[in-house]
C-alpha cells in the first residue's frame, strides 16, 4: 500500500522527470513537421499526436509552448536584424544628405555674397549715374536759364529800341501836323490880302 501510494513531492517529481525526458529523434521530426503545419495544435489534435508518439499529452503540449517560444526569439532576432540593417541605410543616407545639405549651403552663401558683391557695385554705379545726371542737369539749368535771360535781355532791348522808334514817330507827326498849321495860316492871309486889293480895285 505504501509504494502504491505517492507523497505529492514525489508526484511533482515523476512528472518533472517525465517532461524532462528527451525526445527521440524520430519524435522530434514529426514533432517539428507538425509545427511547420500548426504553432498551436487543438486538444484532440495534441491527444492523438501523443497517442502517435507514445508521449503524454502534457509532453506534446510543454513541447509545443517551448517551440513556439523559440521560434518567437528568432522572429525577433530577425526583425531586429532587419530593422537594424533599414536603421544602418537610413543611417548612411542621412549622412549623405547632410553633406550634401553642408554642400548647398555653402554654395548658397557663396552666390548671396556674389549678388551682394553685384548689388554694391551696382549701387556704386548708379549713384554715379544719378551724380552725373544732376551735375548734367544743373549745367543744363543754368544754360536755360543763361538763354532765358539773354532773350529777355533781348525782348526788353527789342521793346526799348521799338519805344524809341514810337516816340520818333510821333514826334514827326507832331512836326508835319504843325507845319501844315503854320502853312494854313499863311495861306489865309494871302489870300485876305488879295481880297483887299481886289476891292482897292474897284474903289
Known sequence: MEAA?????ECS???????????SDEQVKVLESMFKQKTKLEPSKKLELARDLGLQPRQ????FQNRRAR???????????????????LAMKFESLKKEKESLLKQLQELNDQMENHHAGCSRSQEDSIESEIYTSSENVDLKDNLLNASLDHERS?????????????KEEEEFWNMEELGDSSLGDSFDLSCDNSKWWEF
Not at 506534446?60 to 513541447?63: L, M, R, S
Not at 532576432?77 to 530593422?83: A, G, M, P
Request: proline share 2%; aromatic share 12%.
Open 5 to 9: 501510494e505517492d507523497s505529492p513531492v
Open 13 to 23: 517529481k515523476k512528472k518533472s522527470h517525465e517532461d524532462g525526458k528527451r525526445f
Open 60 to 63: 506534446v503540449a510543454i513541447w
Open 71 to 89: 521560434w518567437k526569439t528568432k522572429q525577433l532576432e530577425h526583425e531586429y536584424r532587419r530593422l537594424k540593417a533599414e536603421f544602418n541605410n
Open 158 to 170: 527789342k521793346g526799348a529800341a521799338s519805344d524809341r522808334e514810337e516816340q520818333l514817330r510821333w
